[in-house]
Nanobody, 126 residues
Framework: QVKLVESGGRLVQAGDSLRLSCTISGRPFINYAMGWFRQAPGKEREFIAAITWNIGSTRFADAVKGRFTISKDNVENGVNLQMNSLKPEDTAVYYC???????????????????WGSGTQVTVSS
């Protein structure tokens, strides 16, 4: 059984940094990608970042490019999202998810992600 658990969300001020972690129990697929999404109140869930597990190639949404990084944690069997220069518009519930991916590019559509965590709240005050 695959289970994803996010942690690290909290209240921070604009300009601060924050690292979110996602711990993976089980192996989602033989080849897979891990993604981070977020959903703000009244808005649709949006793609933030993704990484292919075997190759380590990454993708980022334009809104976070240059500020956020995604990395694998091979020790804890998880994936981290390092968020720098946070803005109030980054306030949202952040979800990690796993998708089947046997290519060099991780999917950015939520429809491709089969397993999801329950989310962690990030609030950025101005």
């Amino acid at each position: 059984q695959v289970k994803l658990v996010e942690s690290g969300g909290r209240l921070v001020q604009a300009g601060d940094s924050l690292r979110l972690s996602c711990t993976i129990s089980g192996r989602p697929f033989i080849n897979y990608a891990m993604g981070w999404f977020r959903q703000a109140p009244g808005k649709e869930r949006e793609f933030i970042a993704a990484i292919t597990w075997n190759i380590g190639s990454t993708r980022f949404a334009d809104a976070v490019k240059g500020r956020f990084t995604i990395s694998k944690d091979n020790v804890e069997n998880g994936v981290n999202l390092q968020m720098n220069s946070l803005k109030p518009e980054d306030t949202a519930v952040y979800y990690c998810a796993a998708a089947y991916s046997d290519g060099p590019i991780a999917p950015i559509s939520a429809a491709y992600y089969r397993y999801w965590g329950s989310g962690t709240q990030v609030t950025v005050s101005s």
